[in-house]
């Protein structure tokens, strides 16, 4: 398996452009999620997703912040308008919900998206 | 709510040496335990994880966790460090039997391994 994919891996944006970060889950997992990463606040999450359905989205910043799941193998995340704090480097996670098993449950993250709003 | 304390956001050990990277949890609920590894500029991968069962862990690369309920701790070991090891260490704390499922990380310790 590839493992969680994440693109583009470098973005580098001047403020007030909008920002889209794509994440491709693992193939069969159920579970999505997105965190970021800052030396500031160190890894928080920002939205999880079950079965493509938005489930804690209590981690969002603010009305900025925007996270779709449209399909099983797809998600955004979009930042409108982008801010210098928002820079951070962003990851996606997948994990199966309900499975047994020593793989129950893990999440599994992709390399990130390391964002620069100037 | 879940929170995780990490002891020391940098330890530096000599190869050879044993490395202890400390883990604290707060959960209101039996605690799922992982602990993941980042090196530089990489995704986080899973170095070992406490669900149920037995308290010592065995993970990949060497390292091992014994999960204390009486000291609420989940510390990370390994007897003897490698120069590959130099990486950040992430403790983190899901409420997984509650259906929180999300992650709780704590801050994370940098490691260095010297020669």
């Known amino acids: 398996d590839a493992g969680v994919i994440q693109s583009p891996r470098h973005e580098v944006t001047e403020m007030g452009q909008e920002v889209t970060l794509r994440c491709k889950p693992i193939?069969?997992?159920?579970?999505l999620f997105w965190y970021r990463q800052t030396m500031m606040r160190g890894l928080e999450l920002l939205i999880y997703?079950?079965?493509?359905?938005?489930?804690?989205d209590s981690g969002m910043p603010e009305d900025r912040f925007s996270a779709k799941m449209p399909n099983a193998s797809f998600s955004t995340l979009k930042i409108q308008p982008s801010e210098p704090r928002d820079s951070a480097v962003y990851f996606c996670?997948?994990?199966?919900?309900?499975?047994?098993?020593?793989?129950?449950?893990?999440?599994?993250f992709g390399p990130g998206t390391r964002l620069l709003v100037l | 709510a879940q929170s995780v304390t990490q002891l020391g956001s940098h330890v530096s050990v000599s190869e050879g040496a044993l490395v202890l990277l400390r883990c604290n949890y707060s959960?209101?609920?039996?605690?799922?335990l992982f602990w993941y590894v980042q090196y530089p500029n990489q995704g986080l991968q899973l170095l070992l994880k406490?669900?149920?069962?037995?308290?010592l862990v065995k993970g990949i690369n060497g390292f091992e966790a014994e999960f204390k309920k009486s000291e609420t701790s989940f510390h990370l070991t390994k007897p003897s460090a490698h120069m590959s090891d130099a990486a950040e260490y992430f403790c983190?704390?899901?409420?997984?039997?509650?259906?929180?499922?999300?992650?709780?990380f704590g801050s994370g310790t940098r490691l260095q391994v010297q020669p």
């Open positions: 193939s069969g997992h159920n579970s």
């Open positions: 406490y669900t149920t069962g037995a308290t």
């Open positions: 983190a704390v899901s409420d997984l039997p509650a259906g929180r499922r999300a992650l709780t």
């Open positions: 997703f079950n079965n493509n359905v938005p489930i804690d």
């Open positions: 959960s209101s609920v039996p605690p799922y």
């Open positions: 996670a997948s994990s199966f919900k309900g499975l047994a098993g020593p793989d129950g449950e893990t999440q599994y």
